[in-house]
């Protein structure tokens, strides 16, 4: 079945596409939802002029989205989670976190236009933003883990003596003391 869609739909096509799905998911799911229409003759022709007339505004739509983009060039994002002893996160990283942590930056993102898997493992990915159906952008994703123990640098770390018997210790520490006492008193 063919339908025109009203309106920018990842995974499927974007608004004024014309695209193929299946019955069930047309008739049951987005044509009464309002996300498409069915794609007659008189429905492309009008579709046609509608796009020759929005030509100028359309363009005007690619180059802002290209201008976002712009700003998204040469971001990296690194994002600490908290992780288990088996190196599973507790939770996972979706396009919910990657918005947040960008708009943390000051880049202010919808959650809906980022694309990527939901990230269960410490390791370097990858989120795809889509601005427009020409114009999208990819950024590395790196996951570490909040939780890792961090080595103390050489300088600072003290001295430990590891004491096997810590009774006999003490009778030493006792008998040294009773020595001192009894120089002193002579």
């Given at each position: 079945?063919?339908?025109?869609?009203?309106?920018?739909i990842?995974?499927?096509?974007?608004?004024?596409?014309?695209?193929?799905v299946k019955k069930?998911?047309?008739?049951?799911?987005?044509?009464?939802?309002?996300?498409?229409?069915?794609?007659?003759?008189?429905?492309?022709?009008v579709?046609?002029?509608?796009?020759?007339?929005q030509?100028?505004?359309?363009?005007?739509?690619?180059?802002?989205?290209?201008?976002?983009?712009?700003?998204?060039?040469g971001?990296?994002?690194?994002?600490?989670?908290?992780?288990?002893?088996?190196?599973q996160?507790?939770?996972?990283?979706?396009?919910?976190k990657?918005?947040e942590?960008?708009?943390?930056?000051?880049i202010?993102?919808?959650?809906k236009?980022?694309?990527?898997?939901?990230?269960?493992?410490v390791?370097?990915?990858?989120?795809v933003?889509?601005?427009?159906?020409?114009?999208?952008?990819?950024?590395?994703?790196?996951?570490?883990?909040?939780?890792?123990?961090?080595?103390a640098?050489?300088e600072?770390?003290e001295?430990?003596?590891?004491?096997e018997?810590?009774?006999a210790?003490?009778?030493?520490?006792?008998k040294a003391a009773?020595?001192?006492?009894?120089?002193?008193?002579?």
């Open positions: 079945m063919e339908i025109i869609l009203k309106e920018d990842i995974g499927l096509g974007y608004k004024n596409d014309i695209v193929t069930g998911y047309g008739r049951n799911y987005l044509i009464p939802a309002g996300k498409a229409v069915i794609a007659s003759e008189s429905a492309k022709k579709l046609a002029e509608n796009l020759r007339q030509a100028h505004k359309l363009a005007a739509l690619k180059a802002a989205a290209e201008e976002r983009a712009a700003k998204l060039e971001v990296a994002l690194e994002i600490e989670a908290k992780v288990a002893a088996t190196g996160l507790y939770g996972s990283v979706n396009a919910a990657v918005a942590v960008l708009a943390e930056k000051g202010e993102i919808d959650r236009i980022i694309t990527m898997r939901d990230i269960k493992q390791g370097e990915y990858e989120a933003v889509h601005f427009h159906k020409e114009v999208e952008v990819r950024i590395p994703v790196v996951v570490v883990a909040e939780n890792a123990p961090v080595a640098p050489a600072e770390t001295e430990t003596t590891v004491v018997n810590p009774s210790t003490v009778e030493t520490e006792v009773a020595e001192e006492e009894t120089p002193a008193e002579a």
